[in-house]
């Protein structure tokens, strides 16, 4: 009798233990200092084809946590704990991802870099009545029909539509080649958006998909040069880009991509390659003095860390992504301080009623959880000094 009786303990204390893992920290004193603690999931990949970009998105919510380490709930103060986690830039493996953050008891989650891991772990979120807060996943469908997403960045019927008068205003362009990633929801999609403007517009579109793993650029610039191509469109990974850059220099075709390429992965290519490169992104330094506040605040913060400095790239570089994850990050803690909760159903009915000014710009979720931006950056590659430069402001004409 004794032995079932300290058996049935042992299963109870098991089962709060468990119970106590699933709760988003609410109401959980810390084990070390006896804190209250509320969880932020980040749902990034740090391995794959779109891993360094998620890693650069993870450090612009690590330093506004930085920045913001606690949270006031009611009279209490709680600190915010990041749990992170590796959706591998892969769809199954995004799912289990998803799937252990909810584990966790995280009360609202911010990620991804990558459309179609996102739309993976959608349904995962909403089925656990956890919000999620999208930095820089473009697609349409992210937020369509899931009142649990929600993202501060613009959507890629508008990045398609003002590259396509990027083409046409700044190169007269009359043809161009549109080369995607087959199989990738965000290539696909604004590469389809893309050409969409494009006919609209009376520029003709010669489209090529380049299956996965392929590391051969030569035959596709070949194809583009046929065509007698005015520019070339990419929106692909940064691991694809940099083959493409390389390769593409010698057509002496102008290359212009989406916000992926806002990275010093292509800095370094375009100015090694002597490529002429443009792309579209979501910030610039010199948009506001909180954008220019952002950039040196960040800079000294990676400098300081050199485990920071080498998830960034090993350079000092700031992506476009890393301001979205910190916008992300501050928008859930303006949601959880609005909630006056810890219950993420509470955060989620908040979100929709938050109003935040940005690095990025203002935040002001519509009933699908987009924000309206009617503005995007568009930079260049000045090869000669290797750097970025600030090419204008570019809206729909």
């Not at 009376?202 to 610039?221: E, H, L, R, Y």
């Not at 940099?242 to 991509?257: H, N």
């Amino acid at each position: 009798m004794k032995k079932f009786l300290a058996m049935a303990l042992s299963a109870v204390m098991v089962l709060g233990l468990l119970a106590g893992c699933n709760n988003g920290g609410k109401d959980t004193p810390d084990n070390e200092g006896g804190e209250k603690v509320i969880k932020v999931g980040v749902y990034e990949p740090s391995s794959g084809n779109n891993g360094a970009g998620g890693k650069k998105e993870v450090l612009g919510a690590e330093y506004a946590h930085s920045q913001v380490p606690t949270v006031t709930i009611g009279d209490e103060e709680y600190k915010v704990e990041l749990v992170i986690v590796d959706n591998q830039s892969e769809n199954d493996k995004g799912v289990s991802a998803a799937q252990q953050l909810v584990a966790e008891g995280v009360a609202v989650v911010l990620g991804s870099y990558g459309s179609g891991v996102s739309m993976a772990a959608a349904p995962t979120f909403e089925e656990a009545k956890v919000a999620a807060i999208g930095c820089s996943c473009t697609n349409p469908g992210v937020t369509l029909g899931n009142p649990y997403y929600f993202r501060v960045c613009y959507l890629d019927p508008f990045q398609g539509s003002v590259l396509a008068n990027l083409a046409k205003d700044e190169f007269n362009a009359e043809t161009a080649y549109v080369f995607t990633e087959l199989g990738d929801d965000y290539s696909e999609g604004l590469g389809q958006y893309f050409s969409l403007e494009c006919d609209r517009l009376g520029i003709q579109v010669v489209a090529d998909k380049n299956p996965a793993g392929n590391t051969d650029m030569s035959g596709f610039v070949n194809a583009a040069k046929s065509a007698n191509a005015d520019v070339i469109f990419a929106p692909t990974s940064t691991t694809v880009a940099s083959l493409l850059i390389d390769q593409a220099a010698s057509a002496g075709i102008p290359i212009i991509a989406g916000d992926t390429w806002d990275d010093a992965v292509i800095l370094q290519a375009a100015a090694k390659s002597g490529a002429d490169v443009y792309f579209s992104t979501f910030y610039d330094e010199g948009a506001s003095q909180a954008a220019a506040d952002f950039m040196s605040g960040f800079k000294a913060w990676l400098n300081a860390n050199s485990d920071k400095l080498a998830n960034n790239g090993g350079t000092d570089t700031v992506s476009a992504v890393s301001a979205l994850g910190y916008d992300a990050y501050m928008v859930a803690i303006e949601a959880i301080k609005a909630a006056g909760s810890t219950d993420s159903e509470a955060i989620k009915n908040a979100l929709a009623y938050v109003r935040y000014s940005g690095v990025t710009g203002d935040v002001i979720f519509d009933e699908e959880g987009d924000v309206d931006k009617d503005i995007i950056f568009i930079k260049g590659v000045d090869t000669a000094k290797g750097e970025f430069y600030s090419v204008k402001e570019q809206g729909l004409s």
